[in-house]
Antibody
């Protein structure tokens, strides 16, 4: 059974760095073409893709947020980590991780999401 | 503002057929496949249609997708109350900075 679960702080202060962890089970991050993306959704708004990382360590970032994002993986721990620097209240959102199998593919499994609020 | 354009809302009565459009450009829909996600209130999105018109196992055949040029559409026939949800289209975009995934702004479907 494939599952993904996001974890991290529920509240961060403006200018702080957010670190989120996606722990996966039911598949290996080393499987060929396997990848995990981070996607966020501000309250009442649309989905926004942030970044992805594949089993071969290929990474890609949202053009608009590239300077603030870093994605990495620890295959032995089955974890994908996203860091976002210089958090702002507009970054308040539910952050999802989702599985993808190869580029030009789809998100077949999603985590439940974690709500991160940015406030002083 | 989302890269893919969807109508913000759609509605229909039980049993009706509704369609939701998704408009993009040559760098995304025009050159890559389209996926559709359904998001029920308070839950994570769920894959509904992939590769333009393929349904994952368990998705009723009332849901169908199509693509033409730089646009795509999702059709729901035999509308049911449980179809009330937000629907998002998505596609890969061949950005100069590397491949990205772009989403539509979402369409809120109301079953009257």
């Amino acid at each position: 059974q494939v599952t993904l679960k996001e974890s991290g702080p529920v509240l961060v202060k403006p200018t702080e760095t957010l670190t989120l962890t996606c722990t996966v089970s039911g598949f290996s991050l080393s499987n060929a073409r396997m990848g995990v993306s981070w996607i966020r959704q501000p309250p009442g708004k649309a989905l926004e893709w942030l970044a992805h990382i594949f089993s071969n360590d290929e990474k890609s970032y949202s053009t608009s947020l590239k300077s603030r994002l870093t994605i990495s993986k620890d295959t032995s721990k089955s974890q994908v980590v996203l860091t976002m620097t210089n958090m702002d209240p507009v970054d308040t959102a539910t952050y999802y991780c989702a599985r993808i199998r190869g580029s030009n593919s789809n998100y077949d499994y999603w985590g439940q999401g974690t709500l991160v609020t940015v406030s002083s | 503002q989302s890269v893919l354009t969807q109508p913000p809302s759609a509605s229909g009565t039980p049993g009706q057929r509704v369609t939701i459009s998704c408009s993009g450009s040559s760098s995304n829909i025009g050159s890559n496949t389209v996926n559709w996600y359904q998001q029920l209130p308070g839950t994570a999105p769920k894959l509904l249609i992939y590769s333009n018109n393929q349904r994952p196992s368990g998705v009723p055949d009332r849901f169908s997708g199509s693509k033409s040029g730089t646009s795509a559409s999702l059709a729901i026939s035999g509308l049911q109350s449980e179809d009330e949800a937000d629907y998002y289209c998505a596609a890969w975009d061949d950005s100069l900075n590397g491949p990205e995934v772009v989403f539509g702004g979402g369409t809120k479907l109301t079953v009257l």
